[in-house]
């Protein structure tokens, strides 16, 4: 009998035999997305540096992924990517993260770089909860929700993300969710290609701290729910506001172009250098 | 000269310019930073410098991702700084401690000022000096150096810069405003005659299932980014593979220590003082721009025929405690000069009290450096 070895098996260190990831975690999908994209893209994994902070979604690529990766401290993996790649231009640099990190804690170097527009990509895993700590509320956890520290409700008003990253002024914004794993793939593979900030929100499950307690079920009852709610972008903008409420719009959000910072810097650095002359 | 890296000559210049061109002849590619008075210049300089030489400064939105930024450049295999203030220190221990975690070589300027909280800015106060020691969580030891002039603004940073370089740790200047704001001549030497480390580098071509590249206390070559190494860098406990190990405590025994082994295994390397006692019976014991009253004081005591000598710190940390004992074996008294209340003191203290009479001399207003005239009085009662 032939030994049945995923495709995407040799992306992974080799020492790796197991995930930290609990059942119906929405991390695997988003993993096999990107590893598909680079893969699709006829790139390996030796193009890129892997960056990432604390949170179930910094496991994505640590020490999954077998490639240079900075498993960073909480909210500040895209800080550190900067400087990875102010150093090595030519490499492709890639942030995975959760909400808690990227939104909360890290969301001053979020909103920066996407004005800086300095290319990366930043793949947000949101499942609207602190899941490794123990289902405490995130800034993107809905009104009213109970979790372990708003045992009556949550009280505040939830971010959504991807408009805060289109507002900072990223050039490349996309949303799906777990259920959309082949335009998720699609859109991961134009954010690589990008010459900008790329940032793509992901909604996704997290079925032990946020599925059992809030009651929003199981990982395959929240990945119907999902289904259900999503609404392509084309679809929603025929949608009122109200019309709207409840459902996550999909799709490829901004897709524009914007000078890029490590270009602006190559400008000014011939000019500095034309001056010296 | 405009566009070199090593601007040989004499100067007038700022101790925080000289700052910068010290960075700079020590090979600084990339600097970030976030502005803060009295440190600010040094950001500037390096702003103007260092894109003239294919490095770049990068102002960021705060201390935290500046030395994130800086850290994350370190492993491309660049050599990199950045300049704060207490303030500012205060916001980057977290990402210090990562430093020291993943062996990441760094230089962290603090040109220190008056606090607790924003303080006096402009006020020349030593106001951190432990706070690299002791500042970010967790069991650790730190480099760092204390300039007393705009001349070893330069050189220390040079030294800061090999430093982080050879141990793969981050090395601090604990500068002030006083010396960082003071402007006298500074001699740069010519490129050829300024020592420069760089760092081991694993070889290209190693198999990354064999890259050793954490918790040797001799320094593990550096698995930099981007050279097919595969490296796994994590903050978290991890083995000399750079592999996460959560569960067992011995991984995390052997990670403490061969962190804080690397500095203390080679302490005769790095420890630095400037002694200047011998046959005295009193003994000043200083640092920094302090140490410039406490060396006039003493050549005013000797003109009086007191035997008064000078010990000056010029590493804080690793804390030089052998040269502080071997210092209070020969000196009857001990006096402990910081325009502070007393940080350094207690740590001098337990090291030279068994052997000598140690006592405190704060300035009569912290902040002012102790007046050579007051430190003269002071050496006359404890000599009664």
């Known amino acids: ?277 | 000269m405009k566009g070199t890296r090593v601007q040989t000559g004499k100067y007038f210049m700022m101790g925080n310019t000289a700052c910068a061109e010290g960075a700079l002849a020590a090979g600084c590619d990339f600097a970030a930073g976030y502005p803060i008075t009295p440190a600010t210049e040094i950001a500037n300089r390096l702003a103007e410098r260092l894109p003239q030489v294919g490095g770049m400064f990068l102002q960021m939105e705060d201390e935290i991702s500046s030395i994130a930024a800086i850290i994350g450049a370190s492993w491309t295999g660049k050599k990199v700084m950045t300049a704060t203030s207490g303030p500012g220190i205060s916001l980057m221990l977290e990402n210090l401690g990562f430093a020291i975690g993943v062996e990441t070589p760094c230089v962290i300027v603090n040109v220190q000022r008056g606090g607790p909280t924003t303080g006096m800015p402009t006020a020349g106060v030593p106001a951190d000096m432990v706070q690299p020691k002791r500042g970010s969580h967790g069991d650790y030891e730190i480099i760092a150096l204390c300039p007393a002039s705009p001349q070893e603004m330069f050189e220390h940073t040079v030294l800061a810069f090999n430093f982080a370089e050879k141990y793969r740790v981050p090395v601090f200047i604990l500068s002030d405003a006083f010396v960082g704001h003071m402007r006298e001549e500074v001699v740069i030497p010519e490129a050829g005659r300024i020592e420069i480390v760089n760092r081991k580098v694993t070889e290209i071509g190693t198999d990354p299932q064999k890259v050793k590249g954490f918790l040797d206390e001799d320094v593990a070559p550096m698995p930099i980014f981007g050279r097919g190494f595969r490296s796994h860098v994590t903050s978290s406990c991890h083995d000399e593979y750079g592999k996460r190990n959560l569960s067992d405590l011995t991984a995390l025994d052997n990670f403490i220590r061969k962190l804080s082994d690397k500095i203390l295994k080679h302490k005769e390397d790095i420890v630095r003082v400037e002694r200047d006692y011998e046959g005295a019976e009193v003994v000043l014991v200083s640092y920094g721009a302090v140490s410039r009253a406490a060396k006039m004081a003493a050549i005013r005591a000797r003109e009086q025929g007191l035997p008064v000598g000078t010990l000056r710190l010029i590493t804080p940390w690793p804390f030089p405690s052998e040269e502080i004992e071997e210092m209070a074996r020969k000196a009857k008294k001990v006096i402990v000069l910081e325009n502070n209340l007393g940080q350094m003191y207690p740590f001098i203290k337990a090291e030279a009290a068994c052997h000598a009479d140690v006592s405190f001399l704060p300035p009569r207003v912290i902040g002012e450096i102790q007046d050579p005239e007051a430190i003269l009085n002071r050496i006359r009662e404890v000599m009664k």
């Open chain 1, 1 to 277: 009998m032939s030994e049945i070895v995923h495709p995407l098996h040799r992306f992974i260190r080799p020492y790796v035999t197991s995930t930290t990831n609990c059942p119906g975690c929405g991390n695997g999908i988003a993993a096999q997305a990107i590893l598909r994209a680079v893969d699709e893209l006829g790139m390996t994994l030796d193009d890129f540096i892997f960056v990432t902070g604390i949170g179930c979604s910094a496991w994505i690529p640590s020490p999954f992924f077998d490639v240079d990766v900075l498993h960073t401290t909480h909210g500040r993996p895209i800080a550190f990517a900067l400087g990875i790649k102010m150093g090595l231009p030519e490499k492709k640099v890639m942030v995975t993260s959760g909400d808690g990190d990227l939104a909360a804690i890290g969301g001053n170097h979020l909103i920066h770089n996407a004005r800086r527009n300095i290319e990366m990509v930043v793949i947000c895993l949101n499942n609207g909860i602190y899941g490794m700590t123990g289902g405490q509320a995130a800034p993107t956890t809905p009104m009213g929700l109970k979790t372990a520290t708003t045992p009556y409700g949550t009280f505040e008003n939830p971010f959504d993300i991807s408009e805060l990253v289109i507002a900072a002024g990223a050039t490349f914004v996309a949303r799906w969710t777990t259920h959309h794993a082949r335009q998720l793939t699609a859109s991961i593979k134009k954010a690589i290609q990008k010459k900008g900030f790329s940032f793509i929100e992901v909604i996704t499950q997290c079925p032990v701290q946020y599925g059992k307690k809030t009651g929003s079920g199981s990982a395959v009852q929240m990945m119907k729910e999902y289904k259900e709610k999503s609404i392509l972008l084309k679809e929603a903008a025929k949608l009122s506001k109200d019309e709207l409420h409840g459902r996550i719009v999909v799709g490829e959000l901004v897709d524009k172009e914007a000078p890029e910072m490590l270009e602006e810097i190559n400008r000014m650095k011939k000019k500095v250098a034309g001056e010296k002359a």
